[in-house]
T-cell receptor, first 108, second 113 residues
Framework: GQNIDQPTEMTATEGAIVQINCTYQTSGFNGLFWYQQHAGEAPTFLSYNVLDGLEEKGRFSSFLSRSKGYSYLLLKELQMKDSASYLCAGRYGQNFVFGPGTRLSVLP | KAGVTQTPRYLIKTRGQQVTLSCSPISGHRSVSWYQQTPGQGLQFLFEYFSETQRNKGNFPGRFSGRQFSNSRSEMNVSTLELGDSALYLC????????????FGSGTRLTVV
């Protein structure tokens, strides 16, 4: 299978930095996506990594290590509105496989 | 500009029936993807269409099918409905193939009884 694993829940404090990890099976892997989904809403695309390294977009950064089957999403200067589920998804051939999502709670 | 529009928003069907869901992408977007989201399985990719051709496909049975029209509008059909097909079906559109930069619609919530 093409298992995508990520922690189920995380909690962090407003203003802090949080790192959400994602591991995936490397066989057939083509790229990795991160999505944000607020409760009751549709997902929103955050990032897509194909090559190793860190890509930064404002307060959000995404890292990929293809050889290790590992990615993380880094959120800086956390705000209350960042409370949401973060979905990691891998591209395998013509298929896209999603992880279970990490529910992040940002506390004041 | 208008976002991705999915119709209907809510639907109740009986086991064994078939259902057709509709998705109108953002104007100018030629790629449309479909996803199923359930509490137990999470978000799962169904298929992606670009310029009326299926370009990518997830691991769903043949009861799930789709098509895209020349105006980029897409429909998804599920035949012989099962209770487990109850889910939120999301459509997303993009100007590119490949699942990135997508804008999602609000979804159609299908309940099979």
């Amino acid at each position: 299978g093409q298992n995508i694993d990520q922690p189920t829940e995380m909690t962090a404090t407003e203003g802090a930095i949080v790192q959400i990890n994602c591991t995936y099976q490397t066989s057939g892997f083509n790229g990795l996506f991160w999505y944000q989904q607020h409760a009751g809403e549709a997902p929103t695309f955050l990032s897509y990594n194909v090559l190793d390294g860190l890509e930064e977009k404002g307060r959000f950064s995404s890292f990929l290590s293809r050889s290790k089957g590992y990615s993380y999403l880094l959120l800086k200067e956390l705000q209350m509105k960042d409370s949401a589920s973060y979905l990691c998804a891998g591209r395998y051939g013509q298929n896209f496989v999603f992880g279970p999502g990490t529910r992040l709670s940002v506390l004041p | 500009k208008a976002g991705v529009t999915q119709t209907p928003r809510y639907l109740i069907k009986t086991r064994g029936q078939q259902v057709t869901l509709s998705c109108s992408p953002i104007s100018g977007h030629r790629s449309v993807s479909w996803y199923q989201q359930t509490p137990g399985q999470g978000l799962q990719f169904l298929f992606e269409y670009f310029s009326e051709t299926q370009r990518n496909k997830g691991n769903f049975p043949g009861r799930f099918s789709g098509r895209q029209f020349s105006n980029s509008r897409s429909e998804m059909n599920v035949s012989t409905l099962e209770l487990g097909d109850s889910a939120l079906y999301l459509c997303a559109s993009s100007s590119r193939v490949g699942n990135y930069g997508y804008t999602f619609g609000s979804g159609t919530r299908l309940t099979v009884v």
